[in-house]
Structures are given as structure tokens and as C-alpha cells.
């Protein structure tokens, strides 16, 4: 008879378990983590009439390569544009949630005598809400369209990026009981600043590596890749100190933006799933039914203080972030459970050896709980919305309606916001690959050169020259790398910022002059830095221009290929566009002003191809597409044009569009704009009691009465003959003063 190694016999209890416990649970309906979390605890030493798991280690070794395929699957289905299309409302409302929660977690943890670490992590377990189950209750109950629903989404997104954060810095200052907040902060810094140094190289290699492979993936070796990569970023994010979870988000993010990155989380599914089955059944298997009889009463209150705290901290940041009422009430109920993202949490304080024995089984029996309750909050979140609505004074909701309203109003871009969209990403990322290289020369390179050089006197000299040649392209984009491509389509916000580009320049120039001196600082002395730095500035003075802004500008070129590459293919793809674009073409992005020669014409009367070398692939107007329109096809003010051509086309065509634009814009100056104000009828008001007509609003803000709010009540566009009472709520549309 052959013996079977413990790790074979332990998995197969551990699969047929799960598969018997998850048909069970989707035959009462139920989510099917649940039903890996009973067939854990039934594996478990703590349940005697199973066969039970006895090779533990091999088994968390199985469970933390779920961890990680778990989070490389999130990060294929994640993306970085998706955080950038989340919008500010969503990410104000996680982070705020996620603070929020940390905070009254950490206090109430303080407040049941556990210490600092403990409390830590009991607050960092509340803080994340379960994608999986809100996901699964939204198809259910089929609520996915709903305007809430989008709202929750971009929250859990968010929160996900938040999730992973959390991990690297819980790890970080658990080997102390005193947390640091100058700790905390440089770990959070430095996780930015690897994130962004993986996102710039990896966008700017991995697609070229699939580029030149693409012809040999099939299913097989598209997920031996994706495997593969996933594992090497592990590799990379352990080796600088960082969880392997932490990796694999990464690469799958990066992924995500290639157009191969929705085969590959096709390809990887069913390795996920059993990957992931594992992980669950482990958790269950750290479930101690004793812990939870002898702690019942701490469940029931943990679970309450997780469904009101989650509910009060997300509702209020959706209120704040301009949500309205009802929209932030329904967000709130949807988001009071905790789930996957806790069990890890958890599970790296076990690991870690860091938190109380009770901490784990409570945070799992307070997910089963919460998962339960789920469906129900969000099916009643509408009626009890009506009910508290009801309850409200009028003040308080006329004041909320006042608030939200401001958010409504079309605000314009501050000077700040502005600058960083124009400018600031664009120098954050050349700095952090400066300070990358930098960095990688001191610890890989210059031991090396040292020793070749024989300790030589020019050996810093030399090295110094290496580092700059290497780092010279993005030096030139900190301080002379024009503002991005998408400011410069938007020629009136571009030009608030005229006025402020000697400020700018200035700014730039310091801070090139800064990693500068940082460079210098590692290779040379103080003597030998002051005769440099007079010859590298008057060397890229003369070559800069031959060479350096060349190089950049390629890199740059190339990067941004990389990085619009899924969406250019998923436009080719389609039917429509495949026979009429050729290979060789960028991807412009246009909006037709209101006052453009081009409004009310036809695609044939315009003539762009003829006249600019540009091909107009689809139009989208609204919530509409329309691909390969023919040439009878009008267009409109707002619409947004999407072409094709070369690089000096495109740039041709789009400087055509602002000089005209330009040309209008200075032919509307002196005309006078509108705003949207709004002001309560007071007890000693003189327009109280009298018509709208009798109360000259009309004469003394050279504008018109649109609407009244009346305790619930809202008329729009009232006549004339209106009659006002104290307490209205009255919008007014006005010249701008």
C-alpha cells in the first residue's frame, strides 16, 4: 500500500469538504465564503467527527499563495485609470470611512482594556468593507443600476488601494507597542514612492514585452506569464521590504492596462478559485468555537458597533463629498459588513504574532454576521431612508439641501488643482525616477566602479557622470517638459495659468537644482561639486537640445503609447473602425466648443482628411458612441471627437481648434456671466407674503426666480403670480458680479 504524504490526504479533506459545504450554501443562497469558512472549522482540530488537517505549515503556506493570487486578481479587475475615474465624491468617502473607522476602532478597543496593537488592528478589521458580498447582494437583489450603486463602487475601489496600504504599514510598525506617526508617515511614503517607480517602468516595459511575445500566447503560456510576472513582482516587493500581497496587486494592475489583461484573468480563474478555497478553509480552521461561546456577548456588541459605525462614518463622508441624502443613506447601509480584506488583516497579525488569540475568531464571527445581514440593510435602506427623511426638521434638511446644492453648481478648477494637473504629475514622476536611479547607481553600480577605478580620485567624478548621463532625459522633464497632453486640449484652463508660468518655471528649475545637489552630494566632495556643477550645467545647456530633450521626448512618446494602448486596440477591434485605421496612428481626443466653425456642418463639409490628415473614427455625444460616422453626420456643440492620425497631424488639427477657440474667447470678453445663488424668506423680509412680480427680486438682481423649496416640497420655473411665505428657500438665477 502507498503512503500518501500528509500535504496530499490534508488538501483532499480540505476540497472535498468545501465542495460539499459551498454546494450547500448555494443551494440555501447563501455566499459561498461562508460556506469555505464552516468547511475550515469542520477540518479543524476543534470538531472532532472529521478528519482533521495535520500538516498546519504546509497549509499556510498554501493559504498565503492564495493571498496572493487573490490580489493579482484584484489588480487585473482593478487598473490605475479606474482610480482616477472613481471621482473625488467616491474617494473622499473611503478615505474618510476608512479614518474614521481606524479611529473609533483603535478607541474602542482602548476602551475594552486591549493595548495598542491589538486596537490597531481591531480598528484597521472595521475599517474595510467586502466586495465580494456587496457585489453579490447588488446582482441579487438587481439594483446594478442604481445611481448609489456607482457610488459604492468607487468606494470599494478606493477602499481596496486603502486595504493594501494598511497592510504595509500594519506590518511596519508591528514589532513595536509605540506607533510612531513619523514612522507611519515615511512608511506611507515610501510605499508611494514604489508604487509609482513600478507603475512608470512597468507600463513602459511590460506592454513591449507583450508586444513582442503576443504571437506565441495561448491559454497555456498566457497564464505561465501571468503567473510568472506575478511572482517575480512578489520576488521584488519582499526584497524591498514590503508584503508579497503588496506584489501581486501591482503586477496585476499593470496588467490590467495591457490589452491582455482581460484574458489573462479569464485564463487565471479557476487557479484563483482553488487557490483562494484554500485560503478561506484556512481561515476557518483558526475559528476556536470555545473563544466564541465564552465571548458571545463581545460578537454581538463588535457586529453592532461595525454595522453603526460603518453606516454613521460612510454616510457622513458621502454627505460631506456633496452627495444627497438618500443617495448617502443607501451608500452607507450597503457598506456596514467587513469581509475578505479583514480576514487578512487578521491573518497577518497571526502571522506577524503580533495581536490576542481572541482578535481572529472575533473578526471572523463578526463577517459571518454581517454577510448575513447585508441583503437586508440594503433592501430596507430606502424605506427607513423615507422614515428618517420624514423625522428631519425642515431646517436641517433645507440647510443639507443647501449644502449638497453648492456641490451641484459647476465650481471651476483652483490654481493648485490646476497646476498639478497640468504640471505635476508629469514632474512628480521624472522625480521619482531621478531619485530611482540614483539610488539603484549607489547600491548596484558604484561599489563597482570603485573598485575598477582602483579608489582613483576621479572615481566620484566618474560615477557622477554615469548617474547624470543616465538621469539627464528626466532631469529635462522636471524642468523644461511641456504641460501634459490633456491640458493642452484644454486651452482655457491652460491659460489661467499664463500668468504663473515664471512662478512655475522657477519652482522647476529649483527643484532640478535640489536633486541636483543630492546627486553630487553622494559622489563628490564640496570643493570638486562647485567646479561640476558649473560644467554640467553648461554642458546641458549645449547638448540639451541635440539630445537630451530627443531622448526624453521618445521615452515619453513611448510611455504614453503604452499606457492608452487598451483602449487604441479596443477601438481597432471594433468592426467599424478595423477599415480605417491604419497601424501607424495616435489617438487624439477633441471637444467641439459651442462656438466653433465646426458645430452644425457635416463630417463631409469639414473635410479632414483632406484638409488636416485627420480621420474621425467616433463621436461621442453624451451617453452616445457612434463609430465611423458617415459623412452626413452634424455635429454639435460638446461633441467629442475621437481621431486618428500622425503625431503632427493630430498636433496641426488640435491647434487649429484652440486658436479658434482662442479667437472667441476673446471676442466674449466684457459679456457678462451667470450664477446660481439662492437666499431664505425670512420673518422680516420684505418680499414675505408678496408675488414674485410684487417683490422686485427680479429688478434688484437683474435675474429670474428658477425654483422654491418649501419644507419637502420643490416647484420649479414658479409663475409670476407665486406667492412667497416665510422660511422658502428661493434659487435665483443672476449676472455675476
Known sequence: MHHLPHLITDLGFILMIAALSTLLFKKLGQPQVLGYLIAGLLVSPHVPFFPTVTDNESIKVWSEIGVIFLLFSLGLEFSFKKLFKVGGSAGFTAIFEVVAMMGFGFVVGRMFGWNNIDSLFFGAILSMSSTTIIVRAFQELGLRGQKYVELVFGILIVEDILAILLLVLLTA???????????????????????????????????????????????????????????????IAAGVGFSPALGAFVMGSLLAE????????????????????????????????????????????VTLVTIVGKFICSFLGALLSGQTRKKAFQA??????????????????????????????????????????????????????????SKLPAGVQRSLDRYQSSFSQEGKNGVGSLIMKTYGVKILLNTVI????????????????????QESPWAGAVSLFICLAISAPFFWGIVMGGPSLKAQREFEELQK???????????????????????????????????????????????????VRRLYQFIEKNFLKNLTEKERKELISSDVAKNILPWETSLGNYEVSPDSSLVG????????????GVTVAAVFRGSHRYFAPDGEFVLWPYDKLICFGSEEELQKFHTVLEDEKNHHAIDREGQEDYKLSSFVVTDTSSYKEKTIRESGIREKYHGMVVGVERGAERILGPRASFTLLENDLVWIVSKAK
Open 173 to 235: 510598525v508591528s514589532g513595536s507597542e509605540a506607533i510612531s506617526g513619523a514612522d507611519l508617515a515615511f512608511s506611507a511614503l515610501r510605499l508611494l514612492f514604489y508604487i509609482a517607480l513600478w507603475f512608470v517602468v512597468g507600463i513602459f516595459l511590460i506592454p513591449i514585452f507583450l508586444r513582442k511575445i503576443r504571437d506565441l500566447l495561448e491559454d497555456e503560456t498566457m497564464l505561465l506569464v501571468s503567473i510568472g510576472l506575478c511572482f517575480m513582482m512578489v520576488m
Open 332 to 389: 452607507g447601509m450597503s457598506l456596514a459588513q467587513i469581509g475578505e480584506f479583514s480576514f487578512i488583516i487578521a491573518s497577518l497579525g497571526v502571522t506577524l504574532k503580533v495581536t490576542s488569540d481572541f482578535l481572529y475568531p472575533l473578526a471572523i464571527a463578526v463577517s459571518a454576521v454581517t454577510t448575513f445581514t447585508t441583503p437586508y440593510l440594503i433592501k430596507i435602506s430606502e424605506p427607513l431612508y423615507r422614515w428618517v427623511d
Open 258 to 301: 495591457t490589452p491582455e489583461g482581460h484574458k489573462m484573468e479569464h485564463v487565471l480563474q479557476p487557479v484563483k478559485n482553488l487557490f483562494a478555497a484554500v485560503f478561506f478553509v484556512s481561515v476557518g480552521m483558526m475559528i476556536d468555537p470555545k473563544v466564541l461561546i465564552e465571548r458571545w456577548d463581545l460578537v454581538i456588541l
Open 601 to 612: 456642418k457635416t463630417l463631409r463639409e469639414q473635410s479632414f482628411k483632406e484638409t488636416y
Open 497 to 547: 495659468l499664463r500668468g504663473l508660468q515664471f512662478g512655475i518655471f522657477i519652482g522647476r528649475i529649483v527643484l532640478g537644482l535640489v536633486l541636483l545637489g543630492a546627486i553630487l552630494a553622494q559622489f563628490v566632495t564640496l570643493k570638486m561639486a562647485s567646479g561640476l556643477t558649473a560644467g554640467v550645467l553648461v554642458v546641458l545647456i549645449v547638448v540639451g537640445p541635440l539630445w
Open 434 to 453: 531621478v531619485i530611482a536611479i540614483i539610488s539603484a547607481y549607489k547600491t548596484l553600480l558604484n561599489q563597482e566602479v570603485q573598485s575598477y577605478l
